[in-house]
């Protein structure tokens, strides 16, 4: 088999698409650390130009009563952003504590691995959801309402009751550690997305395609395999993206109703009922949230990557 000789106007043409992709890419680089950028500015504006104790109406003069419209701007209620970074370097509770970003490194680390986990088991149940919802109009039916209604049930709520269900298995025999009530949890908000993705998917490929396979006479199976997965891809990619951070979403706000130690979610508790002594404090994990999130999808795009060459026509924007 010989190598594809480009013409000279083809290479030319190759060039301008990759050069085009590159600016590309470096101007979503560039806007997102505006965007950041932008963010701090506003906080240190507000925080210089704002009441130091907010705005309040209604109420009868008390803390806690009237409703807040802005909020206040003293430092135990709104730290400096350098105040937050410098706080991120120093012993996570004094004496010969390890620097609060390793511990947060530490926790964020156990929280990701739980929400990567609850993010497969969705993508497993979404996309057998999504291929059965395809495959029988009747499914379709009677199963997507009620999976666009789980969604409603307020994760807080839920997470004590997968918790307590954990628990009864446990004790009848069958090994259920707490750890992997959190990674169930994730996985409730995770499936949702792949399964409407999957099924939108799933639906793509034009008639004409369709008509195509149906003259070569192949079955169900064979179409999906090589017809409706391959064209469901550009759909399925950004909801697996919007699962992974939803997942992390749901492991953090687990861990926060269920109370297991050692993840983020935790942490963010604890460092909470400190803030009136060390209002920098609660920030770092809050930030560690954040990085989970941008890692959870950036590690989908490297999936994206792996599927490159069917994702024609998927906005990229």
């Known amino acids: 088999m010989t190598d594809q000789v480009l013409t000279p106007g083809a290479t030319e043409v190759v060039g301008r698409a990759r050069s085009s992709r590159g600016r590309a890419a470096s101007a979503r680089v560039g806007w997102g650390v505006a965007g950041v950028i932008a963010v701090v500015v506003f906080w240190e504006l507000y925080k210089f130009l704002g009441p130091a104790d907010g705005v309040t109406v209604g109420g009868d003069g008390s803390a806690g009563s009237g409703v807040i419209l802005l909020p206040r701007t003293h430092d135990r209620a709104m730290p400096h952003v350098w105040d937050m970074i410098a706080r991120m370097f120093a012993p996570t509770s004094g004496g010969d504590t390890p620097p609060l970003i390793l511990s947060v490194a530490q926790a964020a680390g156990t929280t990701l691995g739980l929400a990567a986990l609850g993010w497969l088991i969705g993508v497993v149940v979404g996309s057998l959801l999504g291929v059965a919802m395809q495959r029988w109009r009747l499914v379709e039916a009677g199963l997507l309402p009620w999976i666009v209604v789980s969604q409603i049930v307020p994760l807080i709520a839920f997470a004590p009751v997968v ?32 399964a409407v ?121």
């Open 197 to 317: 993705g999957m099924l939108r998917g799933l639906d793509a490929p034009d008639a004409l395609h369709l008509d195509l396979m149906r003259s070569s006479s192949a079955g169900w199976w064979q179409t999906l395999v090589h017809l409706r997965l391959p064209a469901a891809v550009p759909h399925l990619l950004p909801a697996l993206r919007l699962a992974a951070a939803s997942a992390v979403v749901g492991a953090v706000v687990a861990e926060v109703s269920i109370g297991l130690r050692g993840g983020i979610g935790r942490m963010l508790i604890q460092l909470a009922g400190q803030a009136s002594s060390d209002p920098a404090a609660p920030w770092a994990p809050t930030f560690g949230t954040v990085v989970m999130g941008l890692v959870a999808a950036g590690g989908v795009a490297l999936i994206g990557v792996a599927l490159h060459r069917f994702r024609r026509g998927e906005d990229t924007a």
């Open 163 to 194: 918790n307590a269900l954990g628990t009864q298995i446990d004790r009848s025999g069958f090994p259920w550690p707490q750890w992997f009530s959190v990674a169930l949890i994730a996985s409730y908000l995770a499936f949702f997305p792949v």
